[in-house]
């Protein structure tokens, strides 16, 4: 984790799947597996607040929902490059600095994929360790869906 002047900084976060590429490219892309994984424990998905645009140029949003509460967090972004399976760029709207996440992912052969998000442009408050840990635990909650698809 890194910061500039600005106080934008980058994150670097690898994870390996023990899933084929096509299935994590496919779980990362389909709105019908995104609502089982997409935000920390505590947060749901609603499918209907997601909208996936595979094409660039096109709309990634999705608005996860506070369980205890009800109150809702829009992600609104567009894609910028697509190349199925092998990387998933895209940028978040709302912020001036044009956070982008690039999402490289790597067959490993048997069935095991490395996935690398390489984010840029992220605000301080996205770099907070209570963020990362929000961030890790839907990574975590991806790895166990995951598990019930293999």
Not at 63 to 69: G, P, S, Y
Request: with cysteine.
């Amino acid at each position: 984790m890194t910061a500039d002047e600005s106080g934008l900084g980058e994150l670097i976060v690898t994870r390996i799947y023990e899933a084929p590429r096509e299935l994590v490219w496919a779980c990362m892309t389909t709105p019908d597996h995104l609502t089982h994984f997409w935000g920390p424990p505590g947060m749901s998905t609603p499918i209907d607040g997601i909208v996936i645009e595979l094409r660039e140029g096109g709309r990634f949003e999705t608005v996860m929902v506070n369980d205890a509460t009800g109150e809702s967090y829009p992600t609104t972004g567009v894609y910028v490059e697509i190349d199925p399976p092998n990387t998933l760029v895209w940028a978040e709207k709302g912020f001036a600095e044009g956070m982008t996440s690039t999402s490289t992912f790597t067959d490993l052969g048997n069935g095991r994929t490395e996935v690398v998000i390489h984010q840029r442009n992220v605000p301080a408050a996205f770099r907070s360790p209570e963020a990362q840990q929000g961030f890790n635990a839907s990574l975590d909650r991806f790895t166990a869906y995951l598990a019930t698809l293999v």
